[in-house]
């Protein structure tokens, strides 16, 4: 599957952050940072943490807010790899995460947490690499809970992350340095000239909803592109593309990387 970026916006309005990692591991409270980097007050809730997400975890988030001129577009993925979630829920994760990043993320945040590297930590980054490969140029490795000597080493001493991090920053709840995470960001989209990540998985499920916004009760619907989102989510459940063969191959592809994951699993 090859990845590519899309031409360079004359302006770009908004800037798309994708977080990517397992649950528990930060990403909801990494978000909720960037967002409220230019808080004076109390901080905004955007995404629950801790017990408060308990019952929301399986659900994706698109949240915004101002910064320097710009929109931060954040979206929270669900907790893809949770470990009650199963083949249909992994596909709907996926489907949605991209669905709320079109048309690209300009950066992927891969989440992890410090001395905290599994088999299953290994099997989330060759899931992270199927389905974004070639993205290490717009991809920030952001290590939880450690500062940036825990990071740095942490990061070291696992072979599988040596070869595959990049870039990384260090992220503690109590001293985020939330600053340096921006000013990071925003170096990867300069250096990347403003496009954003664009692959074949993104494309099919921007081709997906293009043609699900055709029917007719989509099309009537008071919100036609969440509807239409509701409804390959609702495809899932039901395998329905087999009656819309336009978006078969897009499920298809879903199928399979939720099938490689769920079977490692057992």
């Known amino acids: 599957m090859n990845s590519k970026p899309l031409q360079p916006e004359s302006e770009e309005s908004e800037l798309r952050i994708l977080l990517w990692g397992r649950t528990g591991y930060g990403r909801s409270t990494l978000g909720n940072a960037i ?152 170096e990867v989209v300069k250096k990347n000239n403003t496009t954003c990540y664009k692959n074949e998985l993104i494309e099919k499920s921007q081709d997906a909803l293009e043609k699900v916004l055709q029917c007719p009760e989509v099309k009537s619907a008071a919100e036609p592109e969440k509807a239409a989102s509701a409804k390959l989510v609702g495809w899932i459940s039901n395998r329905l593309d087999q009656e819309f063969p336009a978006v078969k191959g897009f499920f298809d592809f879903l199928e399979s990387v939720a099938y490689n994951w769920m079977t490692y699993e057992s």
């Open 35 to 186: 967002l409220n980097i230019n808080a004076t007050g109390d901080e905004i809730v955007y995404f629950p943490t801790g017990q408060s997400a308990s019952s929301v975890t399986k659900e994706y988030k698109k949240m915004t807010g101002e910064f320097d001129g710009q929109t931060l577009a954040v979206v929270d993925t669900p907790g893809v790899f949770c470990t009650d979630t199963d083949q249909k829920g992994m596909m709907k994760g996926i489907l949605e995460s991209t669905m709320s990043i079109q048309p690209g993320p300009h950066v992927i945040l891969l989440v992890l947490k410090q001395n905290k590297f599994t088999r299953e930590d290994v099997r989330v980054l060759e899931i992270f690499n199927k389905v974004f490969p070639g993205a290490a140029a717009y991809t920030i490795t952001v290590v939880t809970h450690a500062d940036q000597q825990q990071a740095e080493e942490f990061l070291k001493s696992k072979q599988p992350l040596k070869e595959f991090v990049k870039k990384f920053h260090a992220f503690d709840k109590d001293d985020p340095k939330v600053d340096s995470l921006v000013k990071m960001i925003k």
